[in-house]
């Protein structure tokens, strides 16, 4: 089954400086590879995703690239403010009918 | 419309009790998971519904856990003889189509003391 690992555990940055969060999966198959950001005490929110049919994508101040053969994906905020901070999860999942599989996720710390 | 609805939001219990967990995902989603998240941790995986397919039970921790879900409709997640370890939040998320957005529920806290 799928396997996703993820890294760094915890992050910090300063204020206005960019964060990178990166992912590997193990399942070639996989096709969706989703974001979630999960701020304390609150449910999980997905922020960004990507499928296997593109590089990369990119929303305001967040991206995600994505690399099929190397089978890692990870995500990228630029001009990191207060509000940032919070808990990242990646996640994969394969053809239709597969589960998502979720990574151990990243405590980012945006220091003001 | 409504969000994925979880009850109740807390339940504190006796070890040695029998829990119920119950989840109604949004209207027409075919997909539904349960997820643990222990106090700091990440999303374990325990369960996954998709439409009239067997479930893939491959996360239940032991013979203890067990989760029905009726049709693409509510879903229960039940726990026997609970144990101290088994305090976490409970998530449940539901998905359109499987292979799409998540949308969790704002998870149940419990305790077991």
């Known amino acids: 089954g799928e396997n996703v690992e993820q890294h760094p555990s915890t992050l910090s940055v300063q204020e206005g400086d960019s964060a990178v969060i990166k992912c590997t999966y193990s399942d070639s198959a996989s096709n969706y590879f989703p974001w979630y950001k999960q701020e304390l005490g609150k449910r999980p929110q997905l922020i960004i995703d990507i499928r296997s049919n593109v590089g990369e994508k990119k929303d305001q101040r967040i991206a995600v690239t994505l690399n099929k053969t190397a089978k890692h994906f990870s995500l990228h905020i630029t001009e990191t403010q207060p509000e940032d901070s919070a808990v990242y999860f990646c996640a994969a999942e394969g053809f239709y009918g597969n589960k998502l599989v979720f990574g151990a996720g990243t405590i980012l710390r945006v220091k003001s | 419309g409504a969000g994925v609805s979880q009850s109740p939001s807390n339940k504190v219990t006796e070890k040695g009790k029998d829990v119920e967990l119950r989840c109604d995902p949004i209207s027409g989603h075919t997909a539904l998971y349960w997820y643990r998240q222990r106090l700091g941790q990440g999303l374990e995986f325990l369960i996954y519904?998709?439409?009239?397919?067997?479930?893939?039970k491959s996360g239940l921790p032991s013979d203890r856990f067990s989760a029905e879900r009726t049709g693409e409709s509510v879903s229960t997640l039940t726990i026997q003889r609970t144990q101290q370890e088994d305090s976490a939040v409970y998530l449940c998320?539901?998905?359109?189509?499987?292979?799409?957005?998540?949308?969790f529920g704002s998870g149940t806290q419990l305790s077991v003391l």
């Open positions: 998320a539901s998905s359109p189509t499987g292979d799409e957005k998540l949308f």
């Open positions: 519904f998709q439409g009239n397919s067997a479930p893939d």
